[in-house]
């Protein structure tokens, strides 16, 4: 069977030295050539409609999820919002994602409850107290405005320690598994010194500044006693703060001593038994058998589509290595 659509026809070509010859060879070779150009233009068109059939499901996905949860929205529920990952900026556990959505929450007729499930190792102590402090001004403006509470409920998983704890202390109650790992109530900074070997490797460090602790914590350059005092002061304030917050949230079911804020952690039935947490449950019982309301949705703010997949495919690889490069030698001050 000839198929056009593969093959076309062609015309004998004339023996060189005969009329003509100069002539259908040149018609033979633009022949080839218009013949491949649609050949390509074709393929072309197909991969182009394969990668806008692709899109357009992701959207469809997308915007399918979307319509579920308003659907579902109009119905009593539980509102749920993930805290996953390190707490900073531009993460999924930022403060204003996290904050956006609460704020979403707070604002829909049908929740009944929040639950934030929280798996985070800490982080960022000024995003964990932004994300502290909206919790308890949403609960009082709600209170305010509504003449009664909209509970909020921490679940842990994973881990809830540090900056993820301290989000936690806003909620009216922390939920865990037995073998959650809670607690690590202390402040951190980090940094490394690297003078005595760039000194045998004869390497001259240039550190010029203007103003005599500019270069504080410069891991090329000896850590001065006095500065270590001053940066040791500091992480003594953050921490003092810490353990207010700990203690404004938990107040009398505390039934530890100073080794709670030790930064020491514990599994859920330890943190339960020192007051550091309420209960064993995850976000489903908790939803069904605390709030009241088995129905839960899902309010966790995502990052956008191409960010997401900008990230999968790598092309966020330079900045995650940077981030990492200030991490070490930046002196981060993490909860």
């Known amino acids: 069977m000839h198929w056009k659509f593969w093959n076309s026809r062609q015309d004998a070509m004339p023996s060189p030295g005969q009329p ?3 002539r259908a060879l040149i018609n033979r070779m633009a022949a080839d050539y218009l013949r491949d150009q649609r050949t390509r233009r074709r393929w072309g068109i197909l991969f182009k409609s394969l990668i806008l059939l692709y899109l357009i499901g992701i959207l469809a996905a997308a915007y399918s999820q979307d319509l579920t949860e308003r659907i579902a929205s109009s119905e009593d529920h539980t509102a749920l919002i ?13 403060a204003d994602h996290v904050i956006a959505a609460l704020r979403s929450a707070f604002k829909t007729d049908h929740v009944k409850g929040v639950i934030l499930r929280i798996n985070s190792p800490g982080g960022s102590p000024v995003q964990a107290g932004y994300i502290n402090d909206e919790i308890r001004r949403l609960k009082a403006d709600y209170h305010k405005e509504n003449g009664k509470d909209l509970p909020v409920y921490a ?7 540090s900056g993820g704890y301290y989000i936690a202390v806003g909620s009216d109650a922390i939920y865990v598994d037995k073998a959650s790992l ?13 003078q005595d070997v760039i000194q045998k490797l004869g390497i001259e460090r240039r550190l010029l500044t ?13 850590l001065p006693e006095s ?28 039934k530890g001593g100073d080794e709670l804020f030790s930064g020491l952690f514990w599994s859920g039935q330890q943190a339960i038994a020192l007051g550091l ?18 129905r839960v949705v899902d309010y966790t703010q995502k990052q956008d589509l191409l960010t997401t997949y900008a990230k999968r495919f790598g092309l966020s690889f330079g900045a995650g290595m940077l981030a990492r490069l200030e991490t070490l030698l930046g002196n981060t001050i993490q909860y």
């Open 155 to 161: 679940v842990a998983a994973d881990i809830c320690a």
């Open 210 to 222: 203007a103003g005599d602790n500019k270069g504080i914590l410069d891991p090329f350059s000896p």
């Open 182 to 194: 809670v607690g690590s109530i202390g402040v951190r900074i980090d940094s490394f010194g690297f």
């Open 82 to 94: 993930e805290i996953n990952g390190v707490i900073a900026p531009e993460t999924d556990a930022s």
């Open 20 to 22: 003509d010859w100069e």
């Open 227 to 254: 500065q270590r005092t001053f940066i040791q002061g500091v992480l003594n304030t953050l921490h003092q703060q810490f353990i207010a917050e700990v203690k404004a949230g938990r107040g009398d079911k505390l």
């Open 277 to 294: 947490a309420d209960g064993l449950g995850s976000a489903s019982s908790v939803a069904r058998e605390v709030i009241g309301t088995e």
